[in-house]
């Protein structure tokens, strides 16, 4: 099974200059900007993934809502309107 950590250690191996780009870029600077809260980011970033059915992100990102604020109900409410 497939872990956040060992696919950033996959893809620093395989494209060192993608990792450094969303360390530094995507969640050093995109995910920190004042303009839209963590817990939106998290809304509109598993709403993404499930709409793309990139379900091999998914699993991380409800992890990192969870951390932004999101209830496990939260949660569910997202996932149930997006199957809508």
Not at 64 to 82: K, Q
């Amino acid at each position: 099974m497939s872990t956040p950590a060992r696919d950033r250690t996959v893809q620093r191996s395989i494209a060192p200059k993608l990792a450094e780009l969303s360390e530094n870029v995507l969640f050093g600077d995109v995910w920190e900007r004042s303009e839209l809260s963590k817990r939106d980011r998290s809304l509109i970033t598993i709403a993404s993934l499930i709409a793309m059915y990139r379900t091999d992100q998914l699993r991380g990102h409800l992890n990192s809502a969870r951390d932004n604020g999101f209830s496990v109900e939260d949660i569910g409410d997202v996932i149930t309107n997006m199957a809508f």
